[in-house]
């Protein structure tokens, strides 16, 4: 929508606001001295390239991507890879997996083609499907979590298509928190909760300004985790079952249950 909407409303000499960069799909700190795994599919190779040429100039890690596409027409950034490798010799090597020779990405293609590579940091940005296996053949190399990260995106239903919001959990008449506690950025605040409102907008009715971004729950800028207390989650598109058992929330859809102070961590490593 955003693209037909530039096209259709924006003029020559028009002026639009723009958010900064946001998101956790970055390098880790105090993991150079690791090899450094990339998988990306399709135009997930985006954010991925992005990890590639960071640590190719500031770190001396080891890196592979693995890159799968439909067909070789299909590659996006093909030559900028190639630069890539041609300009950083023996610091990285490119597997280009292609649908059309070798059938969507297995289980069995992702435990091969990170052998000598146990010891990295793993980071994957594609499709839903492709990201899955990818996240299935790192568990079953047994490579530990915090050594995954996933940058998983979706798009936002259609506003004019969206069915009806489910009706919202009820709060369950144990009351409302006085207070909302949050961390962000190394520092710790304390607002009031107001009833009814989201923790996201409790923090800024106090005058705080914790991540936010789409207020729908699909970009997951406003993810935090969960120290203390009971919420409910009127979405969680941006969030996998295991986010949610981690105790990860979107702060844009988290009301409170009970009388349980709330508190998150916004700073807290995925
Ligand atoms: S601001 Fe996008 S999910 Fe909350």
Redesign the pocket.
Known sequence: RISNWFNDNLKVGDTIKVLAPEGRFVLRDGADDRPLFLFGAGSGITPVISLMKTALVRTSRRIKLVYANRDKDSIIFKDELDLLLERFPGRAEVFHHLDIDRGFMKVDDVMREIQGYEAADFYTCGPGPFMDTVELGLEQADIAREHRFFERFVSPVDPDRREPAPAQEENSGGGTPKVFRFSFENESHEVPYIPGTTLLESAEKAGLKPP???????????MALKKSGNVTMASRE?LTDDDIERGWI?T??SRPVDDEDVEVDYDAPY
């Open positions: 936010s971004s789409c207020l729908d729950g699909y970009c997951g800028c406003c941006a979107l844009c859809q």
